[in-house]
């Protein structure tokens, strides 16, 4: 290893991964290209390793990326905590919060945030929206203050703050004959053709636990990997489905009906994860304090 790596190349390798390319890191930082090139080749070749291969249009990391990313998010993680610090002796609330969250939860979190940048208007937000195992592999990095699942993983580090709650209903078109039925048994319901939220969702997680607890199983007739197809293809009579009650408050619920099926609507709740392996930050404790009020949790749709 010849020389050291600066805090600058530390942030543009962190920016790397985040975007996904050099060209898409380079408009994240407000950097050239060029200049995102040049940096990531001076840290190679300062840490004497090749930190990542382009596969096609997919950026691969090394080990020796890996360990190097890992030992980015520390340092930087550290050095912004210190600024956040630095801010709370002042009596000051800023600095950066990051959230990881899985796809339903969008529907409702930004109505959350808006209440908690009115308070803190000086607090920057970085929202980032995957699936429930998408939120996992950023969980694993470590690379928010906090995650927001409807069933965080049972084998993570995690301190869980349940927050909301989050029935899952069953759904039809509105022009579906049951759509006027006053009950409907599951076993009916589970005959019906069905569309199913994609692996990895935390909707069909819980689906699935709940029917293993039934001993039922669906006609499923496709998977659609989104709230906003699943609804669409509904109301376009291909099938019936189970969804957040967010989903529908927010997303909309024109041309749907919600079924009246026995067992449902199945309870879930929203927890707020954070790693217990990462200190919180300033900013990530005063959202937690702020969250825990429930006073600030009155959502409108």
């Excluded at 908690?116 to 970085?126: A, K, N, S, T, V």
């Excluded at 900013?283 to 009155?298: E, Q, S």
Aim: aromatic share 8%; glycine share 8%; charged share 20%.
């Amino acid at each position: 290893m010849s020389g050291k790596a600066t805090f600058r190349q530390l942030e543009i390798l962190l920016a790397l991964r985040e975007a996904g390319s050099v060209s898409a890191a380079a408009e994240k930082l407000h950097l050239t290209q060029p200049t995102v090139s040049m940096q990531l080749k001076k840290l190679g070749e300062t840490l004497d390793a090749d930190l990542y291969h382009q596969v096609g249009r997919r950026l691969q990391f090394t080990d020796a990326g890996e360990r190097a990313l890992t030992a980015a998010t520390e340092v930087v993680g550290s050095y912004e905590r210190m600024e956040m610090d630095l801010a709370a002796l002042k009596g000051l609330n800023r600095g950066t919060l990051r959230l990881g969250v899985v796809t339903t939860a969008k529907y409702f979190i930004p109505h959350l945030l808006g209440g908690f940048l009115e308070r803190y208007p000086q607090i920057d937000i970085e929202f980032k929206v995957g699936n429930r195992q998408q939120v996992i592999d950023r969980l694993s990095e470590a690379r928010d203050d906090f995650y927001v699942f409807s069933h965080p993983p049972q084998d993570a580090p995690l301190t869980l703050h349940e927050f909301l709650d989050n029935p899952l209903v069953a759904i039809a078109s509105e022009a579906h004959p049951w759509a006027s039925r006053k009950q409907i048994s599951l076993e009916e319901f589970a005959r019906e053709p069905f569309l199913i939220r994609e692996h990895g969702s935390g909707t069909r997680y819980a689906l699935e636990r709940f029917l293993r607890q039934q001993g039922t199983k669906l006609n499923v007739r496709m998977t659609v990997e989104s709230n906003e197809a699943i609804r669409h293809s509904v109301m376009s009579g291909l099938g019936v489905s189970v969804i957040s009650t967010h989903t529908l408050s927010f997303g909309g619920d024109s041309g749907l009906a919600i079924l009246p099926v026995a067992g449902m609507p199945i309870e879930s709740h929203w927890y707020l994860a954070h790693h217990k392996a990462k200190s919180l930050s300033p900013v990530a404790a005063t959202f937690l304090d702020w969250i825990g009020h429930k006073d600030n949790l009155v959502l409108g749709g």
